[in-house]
């Protein structure tokens, strides 16, 4: 069964750092790009950032260029996403998805290209 599993969220004060973590279980992540999403309460899920099969193109929205970080570990299976100087704008359920695409030169944030989901993981930024 391909399962995804989200890790790494909880409580940070304004200003920390944290880094999340999708684990793949059931298949190897090697030929799909990884998406990261967020939903904050009483809004629509959002695309973060995505990653190609090989790390060779990543993309961030807007909201998350300078403080974002993904990257991957095929070895691992395992993606991550970094994030700094967090605010309490960024509180939210953090989802990664995968997108089977091998080789693929580039990667979007659009959700229905995604079709295997983690169950997400909360985010909370406060003092």
């Known amino acids: 069964q391909l399962q995804l599993v989200e890790s790494g969220g909880g409580l940070v004060q304004p200003g920390g750092s944290l880094r999340l973590s999708c684990e793949a279980s059931?298949?190897?992540?090697?030929?799909?790009?990884i998406g990261w999403f967020r939903q904050a309460p009483g809004k629509e899920r959002e695309g973060v950032s995505c990653i190609t099969d090989s790390s060779s193109t990543t993309f961030y929205t807007d909201s998350a260029k300078g403080r974002f970080t993904i990257s991957r570990d095929n070895v691992q299976n395992t993606v991550y996403l970094e994030i700094n100087s967090l605010t309490p704008e960024d509180t939210a359920v953090y989802y990664c998805?995968?997108?089977?695409?091998?080789?693929?030169?580039?990667?979007?944030?659009?959700?229905?290209?995604?079709?295997?989901w983690g169950q997400g993981i909360q985010v909370t930024v406060s003092s």
């Open positions: 998805a995968a997108d089977w695409s091998p080789s693929a030169a580039f990667c979007t944030v659009v959700l229905g290209r995604y079709h295997h």
């Open positions: 059931g298949f190897t992540l090697d030929t799909y790009t």
